[in-house]
């Protein structure tokens, strides 16, 4: 009855990462390499909807693909519309 290990891994940004941000997001440590990364609020609806789901930096995300290619997922809906926001702040900004 077990599909193949079908790990769920949520890639995310380093905090040392310059630029995007998103508001409500939290610090979290990379299973990796224990950088810190922030998990926006979209990052823990997906954590939410997978329970044992890994959080990796993009940096060792890039590692793990090559190492073993796996399924990318799109971007959910709610990681759009955070996105979505992102721009739009940096547009009045500017
Ligand atoms: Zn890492």
């Keep these: 009855m077990s599909m193949a290990e079908e790990k769920t891994v ?3 940004m380093r ?3 310059p630029g995007y941000r ?3 997001s939290l610090r979290v440590q990379c299973a990796d390499c ?3 990364v922030s998990v926006s609020p979209s990052g ?4 939410q909807d997978s329970p044992g789901a890994e959080i990796v930096c993009v940096e060792c995300s890039l590692k793990r693909m090559l190492a ?3 399924e990318i997922k799109p971007p959910s809906p709610a ?3 955070e996105i979505g926001e992102y721009l739009r702040q940096k547009g009045s900004a500017a």
């Design 10 to 12: 949520l890639i995310c």
């Design 15 to 17: 905090v040392t990462h």
């Design 22 to 24: 998103v508001s409500g």
């Design 34 to 36: 224990g950088e810190l």
């Design 44 to 47: 823990w609806l997906i954590l």
């Design 68 to 70: 073993e290619p796996g």
């Design 79 to 81: 990681q759009l519309d």
